[in-house]
């Protein structure tokens, strides 16, 4: 039988070692549709509630696994809800096909409906390729550039297909002028700085005597590496937010996140080094590294536009993290003088007994950070975590401990909300042997956590393990704005915008088949966790939580006290309830200087 464009387009995905697609249907789609029934399964199409956790879960599978991310959507309205996913990738450098409908070539300029100009409205997100098929033989060489750039570039590629192209008979390119014969397959290259470089590099870590390292995700595939040079730099290392799983937690010399999510270890060994050591990093908030100029510093990255994005680099090499310490690894000496690494390891110690004491502080009714702290050590091994972008990404930063063989994201430079149940499936897909966690606020949860519940539930019976944890941070507030509301502008919080219609997410979990449990208070939070780890079926922990409780550390949020302290005095009397010891002092001292 003679196949159609669409039947070739499953067929050219699955040469690409694609198995999964996330999308949701459409006429603009029907004809891929077909040939996914037709398929017998060799592709499966996840249907999800709607084309952005699409996009959000080729994005995690991208993360998660390394392999390409597929999602699909119509034209029009589907097409343009995937971009918020698409651009969570493109930001976040992942590789993530879109495989997107358009109107019949016929309609096209005639202001059909749904009529979008998609190859303009995917320009940006898309710049590195997208392309609209046009004819039967074209296909080919669309879905392979589409696949080979986005690997080659970690971004984002758009294939546009009319639906009228995807019913046409399927015909191979012809052996004339101006046709083009592609085909499948890329191989990761081996980048390499020079030997020049690295001898400099080696130099300006050689005489440091305070050395820090910074990790991001891009230092992921080099951990036994960076043990390695923090074993020799005696060196502490610090991991920006989308790193948090490129080295666990329980090594003594890792000091955990930096930035406004940061541990004090970690400021501390920023303020005290005097050479920094950048890897697979592009933490964006300058105001956390060493003041400008005051260290020397170096910087490896995969990509050389990222060089001394950041730090001005004295040193910067361009290469893939694992390769590039390895071939600096020889050029260093060990330090004998262990005193600034034993140091950041009594640093830590005392960051971790601190976080205990703030997870421990009364709060109305229930202490965010104390349920981070106590589910962190009964998380199974290997589990895949995800968060939501707000006040989850604090205690998550903070509270959350990575062991060896967990995987971890967020939506990075995005930060957009609404991710973390959307990665949490897509985890699932990827590892369905492995337990997963969604850590969640109730904003991104009434956004769109809650129509993927359904996901869930149409799902979770195919999974081997079924244990998918959804954590709901419920504080009836939109509660990170609120905070950036007081301490970035001096403002009260605005009920208007920030109050969250009340929602029971237990309860609702229930009704549609999995496992609700609603806490209220610290008393039973250790059995309803132990539940939860214990349940046959996906849960829902509904946690009712203070929202007065401040999301950043005491240490970073005395540099607000004189903002904290206006918005107290313009009447704002919450944000002061659990203000305590200095940062209480600092903001009732710039009260009284108001």
Known sequence: MEKKVSDYIIKRLKDWGVNRIYGYPGDGIN??????????????????????????????????????????????????????????????????????????RTALGGHAQQEVDLMSLYKDVAGEYVQMATEASQVRHLVDRAFRIAKAQN??????????????????????????????????????????????AAEVLNAG??????????????????????????AGVAKAFLGKDALPDDLSYVTGSIGFFGTNATHRMMEECDTLLMIGTGFPYAEFLPEDGTVRSVQIDVDGRRISLRYPMEVGLTGDSAETIRELLPLLQRKEDRSWQEQIEQNMLEWKKYLRELADQQANPLNPRLVFEQLSPRLPDNSILSCDSGSTSSWTAQHIQIREGMKFSVSGYLATMGCAVPYAIAAKFAFPERAAFAFVGDGAMQMSGNDELLT??????????????????????????????????????????????????????????????????????????????KADRPVVIDAVTD???????????????????QAINKGDRAAARNLKGDLGKAVKKAGEEE
């Open 209 to 234: 005597k305070k050395v820090a390292i910074l990790i991001g995700a891009g230092a992921k595939g080099a951990a036994e590496e960076v043990k390695q040079l923090a074993g020799v730099l005696g």
């Open 547 to 565: 929202p007065e409780i401040i999301p950043f550390t005491p240490q970073v949020a005395e540099k607000f006290a004189g903002k904290i302290a």
């Open 31 to 104: 004809g891929l549709m077909g040939a996914l029934r037709r398929a017998e399964g060799a592709v499966e199409f996840v249907q999800v509630r709607h084309e952005e956790t699409a996009s959000l879960m080729a994005c995690a599978h991208a993360k998660f696994t390394g392999e390409v991310g597929v999602c699909t959507a119509t034209s029009g309205p589907g097409a343009i809800h995937l971009l918020n996913g698409l651009y969570d990738a493109k930001m976040d450098h992942q590789a993530v096909v879109a495989i997107v409908g358009q109107k019949a």
């Open 456 to 533: 869930i539930k149409k799902y979770w019976q195919q999974w081997g393990n079924p244990q998918l944890v959804v954590v709901v941070v419920n504080n009836s507030d939109l509660n990170f704005v609120t905070w950036e509301q007081r301490m970035m502008e001096g403002e009260p919080k605005f009920d208007v915008s920030q109050v969250l219609p009340e929602f029971n997410y237990a309860q609702y979990a229930e009704v549609i088949g999995l496992i609700g449990i609603r806490l209220d208070s610290p008393d039973g939070l250790e059995a309803a966790l132990d539940q939860a780890l």
């Open 155 to 200: 971004t984002v590629t758009c294939v546009i297909i009319p639906n009228d192209v995807q019913e046409l008979e399927y015909e191979e390119p012809q052996e004339k002028h101006q046709t083009i014969h592609s085909g499948v397959g890329y191989a990761v290259p081996r980048i390499l700085p020079k030997q020049e470089d690295l001898e400099k």
